[in-house]
Every structure is written in structure tokens, then in C-alpha cells.
């Protein structure tokens, strides 16, 4: 054999490996941690929902005091402890999902983020819900959560969900309904980005904060599901529980030919 030409097949497999575009990393947290994430948390009493960003509670941040301890990777058991079952499933797809910052009040936010390097995939998807306490504060001191998709490669900010639990209701829209001093989404909401050949193999960082009032007497929190490549599929069991429906569809049809 040609050990020039095996060289040359290894060389090019290696060039092939090393330009292979990254993916996300447990975007559904179904290895039931945050790995692949990172999370962080700290005391935002002291700072106005305009001046508050998820990256003040990431690691470096200048709010950074804890790594997201009061956030949480939940299952299919987990029922909203305020709202029940107003607020719906809390998992969007798969067996598992992210609530960011914890049920209980005291002025704290929880941050999530997760980077991708050279995405070329077409398209990037994700899904929330949130659940925020109306306290009778103004907006810029109510419960808050923001979240951001980044073009890293342009600085671009691609998309960008910022809502409060203000008095007036100005804070939030229609994909919120109330229960009570409660603003919550009753659906979980979709994000869906198309990456054209103008953003293709860039970098970009989907970052998610969930946040107390300023006055520190109300919470905010969210959840975060499904963030990849394309809209979650049914669990393989399902898949299985479909094939045994349709079987037995057909089984009947025949029956009912014969008879």
C-alpha cells in the first residue's frame, strides 16, 4: 500500500474533523444537568431592571456571587408551585427542561448562557415561558426576565425578550395572561431563527436571566427548553406508541374487510 496515499486520506480526514461545525450541547438538558451551560446568579436589590443584564450574574460579572444554585433542571413531575397547572407542562420537549431562578422572593437573578462556535445548521430553535409577580412597582423595579440571541461574529443581537411585572401592565403583552398579582405565558413561546448564508458558521450565544423585584419583595423566574437545531421530535417510546396505534388501526381495517 502507498503509505503517501494513506497519509494524504488521514490528512484530509483531519482537516474534514477539524472544520465540522459545532453544535449545541445538552439543549434540551436531557443528560438532566446544566452541562454545556453556564449559569450564575447574585443580589440584583441594588440595580434597576434598564441596567440589570444576564451577563452581570455570569462568572465575571459584576453581580456574579453564586453559580446559579437557585436555578434548577426539572422533569416532567415538576408542577409550577404558584400557578399549577395554569402555567401548563413545565417541560417543552424530551423528559427534562431549565427553570431559571428559584420560586421564593429576596431581590436575586439566575443567568443561563450557552455559546456556539461556527454554526452552519439552518436555523436555531428554542422555548420559554416565564412567571412574573406583580408587586405595584414601576417597571424598572418590578420581577424581570430578559433574554438575548447574539450574533458574536457581528455583534448583531438577533433576538431579544425583555418583559416585567410593572402596575401598569406596560411590561408584558399578549403572550402573557394574569392569575391574581401574577403575569405568566399559559404557552410555552418559540423561538425560531433562519440562518442564512449571511450568518452561516458564525458564533452566537442565546443567554436567559430570570429575576426578583428591585424592592426584593416579589419573584420572577423562567424556564428555558429545546435550544438546537431544529423543533424537538417525539421521544422514541412515542415513536413506538404511534407504530402500535397505526398496527392497530390496521388490524381493525382488516376485520372489518373480511367481516
Same mark, same amino acid.
Given at each position: 500500500?502507498?503509505?503517501?496515499?494513506? !497519509? *494524504?486520506?488521514?490528512?484530509?480526514?483531519?482537516? !474534514?474533523?477539524?472544520?465540522?461545525?459545532?453544535?449545541?450541547?445538552?439543549?434540551?438538558?436531557?443528560?438532566?444537568?446544566?452541562?454545556?451551560?453556564?449559569? *450564575?446568579?447574585?443580589?440584583?436589590?441594588?440595580?434597576?431592571?434598564?441596567?440589570?443584564?444576564?451577563?452581570?450574574?455570569?462568572?465575571?460579572?459584576?453581580?456574579?456571587?453564586?453559580?446559579?444554585?437557585?436555578?434548577?433542571?426539572?422533569?416532567?413531575?415538576?408542577?409550577?408551585?404558584?400557578?399549577?397547572?395554569?402555567? *401548563?407542562?413545565?417541560?417543552?420537549?424530551?423528559?427534562?427542561?431549565?427553570?431559571?431562578?428559584?420560586?421564593?422572593?429576596?431581590?436575586?437573578?439566575?443567568?443561563?448562557?450557552?455559546?456556539?462556535?461556527?454554526?452552519?445548521?439552518?436555523?436555531?430553535?428554542? !422555548?420559554?415561558?416565564?412567571?412574573?409577580?406583580?408587586?405595584?412597582?414601576?417597571?424598572?423595579?418590578?420581577?424581570?426576565?430578559?433574554?438575548?440571541?447574539?450574533?458574536?461574529?457581528?455583534?448583531?443581537?438577533?433576538?431579544?425578550?425583555?418583559?416585567?411585572?410593572?402596575?401598569?401592565?406596560?411590561?408584558?403583552?399578549?403572550?402573557?395572561?394574569?392569575?391574581?398579582?401574577?403575569?405568566?405565558?399559559?404557552?410555552?413561546?418559540?423561538?425560531?431563527?433562519?440562518?442564512?448564508?449571511?450568518?452561516?458558521?458564525?458564533?452566537?450565544?442565546?443567554?436567559?436571566?430570570?429575576?426578583?423585584?428591585?424592592?426584593?419583595?416579589?419573584?420572577?423566574?423562567?424556564?428555558?427548553?429545546?435550544?438546537?437545531?431544529?423543533?424537538?421530535?417525539?421521544?422514541?417510546?412515542?415513536?413506538?406508541?404511534?407504530?402500535?396505534?397505526?398496527?392497530?388501526?390496521?388490524?381493525?381495517?382488516?376485520?372489518?374487510?373480511?367481516?
Amino acid at each position: 500500500m502507498n503509505l503517501n496515499y494513506v !497519509a *494524504g486520506v488521514l490528512g484530509m480526514m483531519m482537516l !474534514a474533523g477539524a472544520a465540522q461545525a459545532d453544535s449545541f450541547v445538552n439543549g434540551g438538558f436531557e443528560n438532566g444537568t446544566t452541562a454545556g451551560w453556564t449559569t *450564575g446568579g447574585g443580589y440584583r436589590g441594588s440595580v434597576y431592571n434598564a441596567d440589570l443584564t444576564p451577563a452581570q450574574l455570569l462568572p465575571g460579572g459584576s453581580l456574579y456571587s453564586d453559580s446559579g444554585s437557585r436555578g434548577a433542571v426539572i422533569d416532567g413531575s415538576y408542577i409550577d408551585p404558584l400557578l399549577g397547572g395554569l402555567v *401548563g407542562s413545565t417541560i417543552y420537549s424530551g423528559k427534562y427542561a431549565y427553570r431559571a431562578e428559584d420560586t421564593w422572593t429576596g431581590g436575586y437573578g439566575t443567568a443561563i448562557s450557552q455559546k456556539v462556535d461556527n454554526y452552519t445548521d439552518s436555523q436555531i430553535v428554542f !422555548a420559554w415561558k416565564a412567571v412574573l409577580e406583580n408587586g405595584g412597582h414601576v417597571e424598572d423595579e418590578s420581577a424581570v426576565m430578559k433574554l438575548t440571541l447574539t450574533d458574536n461574529t457581528t455583534g448583531q443581537l438577533l433576538v431579544s425578550r425583555t418583559y416585567n411585572a410593572g402596575y401598569s401592565g406596560a411590561g408584558v403583552d399578549t403572550r402573557f395572561q394574569t392569575a391574581a398579582n401574577l403575569f405568566y405565558t399559559p404557552e410555552w413561546q418559540v423561538e425560531t431563527l433562519s440562518i442564512d448564508k449571511s450568518l452561516s458558521g458564525h458564533s452566537f450565544t442565546l443567554s436567559l436571566l430570570a429575576a426578583d423585584c428591585n424592592p426584593t419583595a416579589h419573584t420572577g423566574y423562567a424556564y428555558l427548553d429545546g435550544f438546537g437545531a431544529a423543533l424537538p421530535v417525539p421521544e422514541p417510546e412515542t415513536y413506538g406508541m404511534m407504530l402500535a396505534g397505526i398496527g392497530l388501526l390496521g388490524v381493525v381495517a382488516r376485520r372489518r374487510k373480511q367481516a
